[in-house]
């Protein structure tokens, strides 16, 4: 087993378990994506820490979640095999190549280019087929494009009308809503033109910024 290999597995046991994650294909594909890949490499020793890997300096900065957060996230949405998937900042590409290995085919979106970048070059150095990243808002992924599952990596003060109307019928989207100052990973579920919601966990993130709007989601 290589160092990596060992932290891998050590951060399913410490931080994934722990955190009450048992569905068994996330805890699988966890085990198997090279976090190292997606952090700078004067980072990636510290790639499993339980904590944000920040990309870029001052006010536009963006981030990778912590692991245990990101599984909390993806096992609230429920992902299956037959699932479109929405990625929403991207970042370097990690959380979109967790999916990829969860769902149908997963479209991450990330507003900066230069991170965009890279995280295209990193599926592509994984031999991921089934996602794709697109740099830009929501406007770059076209108006008719609509998924069973979207997953906000970022804090929200609320879900604009814009994103919520992306889901196919009785799909989920799974983000974190600000309220104060507590946070509360939510579940919107789409049945035709309605929604519910269920607040589920308390969970820290940075803003997903700036925030979207709600005639046109922007970050």
Do not use: C
């Not at 300096?57 to 096992?75: C, D, V």
């Not at 799909?171 to 509360?184: H, K, Y």
């Amino acid at each position: 087993m290589t160092r990596f290999e060992h932290l891998r597995a050590t951060m399913v046991d410490n931080q994934l378990r722990t955190s009450g994650i048992t569905e068994w294909r996330l805890l699988e594909q966890m085990s198997r994506v090279p976090r190292e890949l997606f952090v700078p490499a004067d980072r990636q020793a510290l790639a499993y820490i339980d904590d944000l890997q920040w990309f870029g300096q001052g006010a536009s900065r963006r981030f990778m979640m912590a692991p245990p957060t990101l599984a909390k996230l993806l096992q609230l949405a429920e992902i299956t095999q037959h699932d479109t998937v929405l990625d929403v900042g991207a970042a370097t590409g990690y959380g979109t190549a967790v999916m990829a290995g969860l769902a149908q085919s997963v479209v991450g979106l990330e507003a900066d280019a230069e991170l965009a970048g890279k995280a295209a070059a990193n599926l592509r150095q994984l031999g991921i087929s089934n996602a794709t990243i697109v740099a830009g808002d929501f406007g770059a992924l076209g108006r008719a494009a609509k998924f069973d599952v979207i997953i906000v990596q970022g804090a929200l003060d609320s879900v604009p009308d814009a994103m919520l109307a992306r889901l196919n019928d009785e799909g989920r989207l799974v983000a974190l809503i600000r309220s104060g100052g507590v946070a509360v990973a939510n579940v919107f579920v789409r049945t035709g033109n309605d929604f519910a919601a269920r607040g589920e966990f308390n969970a820290s993130l940075p803003p997903l910024d700036p925030q979207p709007a709600e005639a046109e989601f922007v970050f």
